[in-house]
């Protein structure tokens, strides 16, 4: 859509996450929806966090979305069956040492057509999360559990990391 939309020209970009290539600072960065830790290699979901420290000011705030792993290992459910308009989804989950690795099964019901896509995520603890922050550089680093940032529990939907630039 921002290739055919000029309003959006220069404002939207892709890159990989280890190396953005930006020379600008922000206010906030926000990573929403566990989109960190996919890396196999760990140096590298570090160099990704560090490249998004990287394009925040001093004073600026970093906001970090991620599942709360230890909720996680309690409650994964290792496989799931749903329909949605047409198609039948059948999702595996398994945990894996540190990561999450998921197989989703789409099939459309119409004709069997099928297709299969895959997930695998590193789970950070909060002590690993916090102590990646505060090696970027970063000060008044706290977690939260939810978006209307209610404090981070062990039974928290979520693991929100909220960190100042100092």
């Known amino acids: 859509r921002a290739r ?19 020379a600008l600072l922000f ?13 196999q290699d760990e140096d590298d979901n ?9 394009h925040v000011d001093r004073g600026g705030v970093l906001i970090l979305d991620h599942m ?5 290992r309690r409650t994964l ?3 799931s069956v749903s329909h949605r308009e047409e198609y039948r989804i059948v999702q595996q989950r ?13 099939t459309r ?27 970027a550089g970063f000060t008044g680093v706290t977690l939260h559990g939810s978006f209307d940032g209610e404090p981070y529990e062990a039974d928290s939907e979520r693991m929100i990391l909220r960190a100042v630039r100092s």
Do not use: C, H
């Not at 570090?46 to 990287?54: E, K, P, Q, W, Y």
């Open 77 to 79: 459910v290792p496989e």
């Open 109 to 135: 019901i119409t004709d069997g057509r099928q297709w299969n896509f895959y997930e695998d995520v590193r789970m950070y603890d909060p002590v690993e999360m916090i102590e990646m922050a505060r090696n």
């Open 46 to 54: 570090r160099r990704g966090f560090n490249a998004l420290a990287r």
């Open 68 to 72: 709360n792993a230890g909720r996680i």
């Open 4 to 22: 055919r939309d000029p309003t959006l020209r220069g404002k939207v970009f892709r890159a990989d996450i280890r190396r953005i290539p930006l």
């Open 27 to 39: 206010d906030r960065v926000v990573n929403l929806f566990t989109s960190f830790g996919y890396f």
């Open 94 to 106: 398994r945990i894996d040492g540190r990561r999450v690795r998921k197989r989703i099964e789409l």
